[in-house]
């Protein structure tokens, strides 16, 4: 038995024996906490985050998705940990600006050991280590791992500034949530709804975590970002609306995770951006077909308008119908196409007139599944999403969406969009051949091209002569967002 797990077991011991000042006041708190901290606190957190874009790459709300959240293991009791890099996140020193007050830290892990049950752990899980204390922008944060030898789970709450350790362990927050090797915390300070959204990830001793908080875009399509190292090492940690750009992390000489910061699960929701009702309009009614596509483009102006923003190219041209309609070829589904009206930069399909919507990063094989065994069959409903970035004015392709499971996938299908009024045929062009061709029907065409194959998707009139020639080149695996590759390697 360690040391630490010795004073934990001590301090049970002594808290056993001596009476409290009122049991049943203590019981009942134990009991509102408990539920407290299962579902205010996540309702909470879903709702600042629906309202722009659900959660970063290597979530500690969750990694694997804010599932955790919701499927608590036996109380308190935590998650097998059998990566090594989360036990280096737990062996690393406390990070923040109060982790150098060595009696405010020994203070935080005796109140939270103490006081487990106000947290929501329970005394399987014996060793607590403060992982995190801070005192910035007007609140007082802390993150606690609570382990065994085999075990752990994270709890997180956030104060006014100054807050002392009990008043920590009774704040809003988050409990019993899985550890990832990249931490990332989003919340708010409790009971002050005008205290911006604020955002912390926290990587392993050794590894440096760098920000970029917009791109360019060049004329060819691609993005360009300026990485710029955090100033506080191993962690960085944001305050303000909006919180925008990528994060990257570093560890012994590999990019280990790099993605938007604010965004990973793939699911977006642009509710709060809705228009507002039109009270003529019958509630509950079914679409009339022009009315799904015309909330088809509707949704897919604000789908578009929140993951440009997320990831930090809200600065490109505002968005235009490229194209709108029902994909040829597909389930009669209504979409939409949106991109900057110059044609050169980030666009936005989105498959359905849900303002719900299902983000596809990678193909089936890759695609990250839905790990929270509950929630596929209720979004169903869901618009499906992908994107690409334009380098034409002329002629845009972008990846056809499709449902696997409780998450969207790309296909090899290309949705080709020509803006030349006499376009009658698209081909896909690759060393030299014809690959795929297919008639352009109510302004598009859908054709085949595999994944990360590289060709040239050209336009063509009726007789044949070429309007229009783009290149398409994209990575062959793993995640991407606009083109940008998302790391998850651990």
């Known amino acids: 038995m360690s040391v630490d797990e010795l004073r934990a077991g001590l301090a049970r011991v002594a808290a056993s024996v001596v009476p409290d000042d009122d049991p049943y006041g203590r019981l009942m708190r134990h009991a509102r906490r408990r539920r407290r901290h299962r579902w205010s606190g996540a309702v909470a957190l879903l709702a600042g985050l629906l309202a722009t874009v659900i959660f970063a790459p290597a979530l500690g709300v969750g990694a694997g998705g804010l599932g955790d959240l919701f499927r608590d293991p036996e109380p308190g009791s935590g998650y097998p940990v059998t990566d090594d890099w989360v036990w280096r996140l737990i062996d690393s020193p406390t990070r923040g600006s109060l982790a150098a007050d060595g009696r405010l830290v020994e203070e935080l892990t005796r109140v939270f050991d103490r006081d487990r049950d106000e947290a929501g752990m329970d005394s399987a899980l014996p060793t607590v280590k403060v992982l995190f204390a801070d005192d910035s922008f007007g609140a007082r944060r ?151 596509i015309r909330q088809a483009e509707e949704t897919a102006m604000s789908s578009y308008a929140l993951l440009v923003e997320t990831t930090g190219l809200a600065g490109d041209p505002g968005p235009v119908r490229r194209w709108s309609g029902r994909v040829p070829g597909g389930d009669g589904t209504g979409a939409a196409l949106v991109g900057p009206a110059s044609g050169t930069g980030p666009a936005v399909l989105q498959v359905g007139a849900s303002y719900d919507a299902l983000v596809a990063l990678a193909a089936p094989d890759d695609a990250r599944p839905d790990d929270t065994e509950t929630r596929a069959a209720s979004r169903t409903d869901w618009a499906l999403v992908s994107t690409v970035v334009g380098s034409s004015p002329d002629l845009i392709a972008v990846r056809v969406p499709t449902r696997v499971g409780g998450h969207a996938a790309l296909t090899d299908q290309l949705l080709v969009v020509p803006e030349e009024e006499g376009a009658a045929r698209v081909e896909v062009v690759g060393s030299g051949t014809v690959r795929s061709s297919a008639p352009v029907t109510n302004g598009a065409a859908v054709v085949t091209l595999p994944l990360g194959e590289p060709a040239d998707v050209r336009a063509l009139d009726a007789a044949g002569q070429v309007l229009a020639s783009i290149p398409v080149r994209e990575p062959d695996r793993g995640e991407r967002l606009f083109g940008e590759g998302l790391v998850s390697d651990w």
């Not at 993150?143 to 350790?165: C, F, K, M, N, Q």
């Not at 962690?235 to 303000?240: A, F, Q, R």
């Not at 925008?244 to 965004?263: A, H, T």
């Open 142 to 292: 802390v993150v606690v791992a609570y382990h065994s030898d085999t075990s752990a789970a994270l709890v997180a709450t956030t104060g006014a500034a100054g807050s002392t350790p009990r008043d920590l362990v009774r704040a809003g927050g988050i409990s019993n949530v899985r550890i990832s090797p990249f931490t990332v915390i989003d919340g708010v300070v409790e009971g002050k709804r005008d205290t911006p959204r604020w955002l912390l990830g926290l990587a392993p001793a050794g590894c440096a975590v760098s920000s970029a908080g917009s791109a360019t875009v060049t004329p060819d399509g691609t993005l360009r970002r300026a990485w710029r190292p955090t100033p506080t090492p191993g962690y960085l940690l944001l305050d303000g609306q909006p919180i925008r750009g990528w994060w990257r992390v570093e560890c012994d000489g590999r990019i280990r995770d790099q993605g938007p910061m604010g965004f990973g699960t793939g699911e977006i929701s642009g509710r709060d951006s809705a228009p507002a009702p039109d009270p003529s309009a019958g509630a509950g009614e079914p679409l009339t077909v022009g009315g799904e």
